[in-house]
């Protein structure tokens, strides 16, 4: 598995708990990060998606109300809610990642962590948040 690959499955798996648990455990994100991997530069990258994602949460789960259509992002399961949040940042605010990576790495890690049919539900979202919010030089790649 590629590294970065393999830092998304950890950001979300620390997404999950940080759902779960609330914020209570916001400072121990680097802990619980540092306990799962030891690889220095997949522990970054990993921390990096898990702050950005928790930090800019409010306005990426506004960005994914707005397009999930009859869906509140409280009612989804807290995997797909965890990978679209995660994805959305990435789509919004990561300026080094192409869309078309951000969009394809969460089909593959919803597939892996979610049901058979989280895959096309989290492609449908995500397609529509790049076309709607994904920066004008992040919109073809």
Do not use: C
Request: hydrophobic content about 40%; overall charge negative.
């Amino acid at each position: 598995m590629r590294k970065r690959s393999q830092a998304r499955e950890i950001a979300l798996q620390t997404l999950y708990e940080l759902d779960v648990r609330g914020e209570e455990a916001t400072h121990e994100i680097e802990t619980i990060i540092a306990e799962i991997i030891k690889d220095p530069e997949i522990r970054e990258f990993s921390k990096d998606l898990v702050v950005g994602t928790w930090e800019h949460r409010a306005e990426v789960d506004k960005h994914i109300e707005e397009v999930a259509r009859n869906w509140e992002i409280s009612r989804m399961a807290i995997v797909d809610r965890n990978v679209l949040r995660l994805a959305t940042y990435e789509l919004i605010f990561r300026d080094d990642i192409p869309p078309l990576v951000s969009i394809n790495e969460a089909i593959e890690i919803v597939k892996k962590f979610s049901t058979r049919n989280s895959g096309a539900f989290v492609n449908g979202i995500l397609d529509n948040i790049r076309i709607r919010w994904a920066p004008p030089s992040k919109q073809n790649k």
